[in-house]
């Protein structure tokens, strides 16, 4: 009886066991982008962008992917944010974001992460950019990498909420919805614009800097630690300090 029992409910249970598993389906990879030209001019002979994707893309009867979404970080962060604990079962299935049902992209932004940024040896030679150049990398891996040619939404957190505007804006007729958050389509003014500027005096004037060729990260640790405590403040009174 016990055997016939096991017959019964194995199917079963390899069924919920293996679905799991096809909704996080995930890979993970660079996208080399040759010559790329930066908006001052600047050409970059191989930009790198490390990015991930979950789920498989659907192909709809004139065989374009018809499921994909893009997922962007915020200033100092990473595609791991969106993995990690903090999104706990964000792409799981019956969930906003079910990779069983959506081809989801995440990727490194220019000097972010695992993509090309002045830390990896260039420092101050590396391109002078903004969102407008990181926003361009990312439809070049998007269209050109991946062969998407339509988005259901682009998303981002911060500044990634700021690059989503840029999408809407640049590449409207491939967009479906738009999901900005913690983000203002406007400038950076006011005390949001000061702490920017504080952040970079701090690493700036350090003496370990040196004009770019710095031998320590102190002076960027001093930043981090500015942006700890106005990360606290926020959270304990619900305003900027």
Not at 63 to 88: D, K
Not at 121 to 150: I, K, S
Not at 198 to 220: C, K, M, R, V
Request: charged share 20%; net charge negative.
């Amino acid at each position: 009886m016990c055997e016939s029992r096991l017959r019964l409910w194995l199917p079963l249970v390899v069924a919920l066991l293996a679905s799991p598993l096809a909704a996080q389906q995930r890979t993970e990879a660079d996208f080399i982008i040759r010559n790329f030209q930066f908006r001052n001019g600047e050409i970059f002979p191989e930009l790198k962008i490390h990015y991930v994707t979950l789920g498989m893309p659907q192909r709809d009867a004139g065989g374009h992917i018809s499921n994909a979404v893009l997922l962007l970080h915020g200033t100092g962060g990473s595609l791991n944010g969106f993995l990690s604990e903090q999104y706990p079962g964000l792409f799981r299935p019956g969930q906003p974001l079910d990779s069983s049902r959506y081809y989801i992209i995440i990727p490194d932004s220019i000097g972010h992460g695992r993509s090309s940024k002045p830390s990896d040896g260039l420092r101050l030679r590396f391109p002078h950019y903004d969102y407008a150049d990181m926003v361009e990398a990312q439809y070049r891996l998007v269209t050109a990498g991946l062969r998407v040619d339509h988005l259901k939404l682009v998303s981002g957190i911060s500044m990634g909420g700021m690059h989503t505007w840029i999408w809407g804006e640049e590449h409207s007729d491939m967009v479906d919805n738009l999901f900005p958050v913690v983000c203002m389509p406007v400038a950076i003014t006011g005390v949001n614009r000061l702490w920017r500027d504080l952040a970079i005096y701090l690493i700036t004037s350090d003496p370990d800097f040196q004009s770019g060729n710095y031998e320590s990260e102190h002076g960027l640790n001093k930043a981090i630690a500015m942006f700890e405590l106005n990360g606290r403040s926020i959270a304990r009174t619900g305003q900027y300090s």
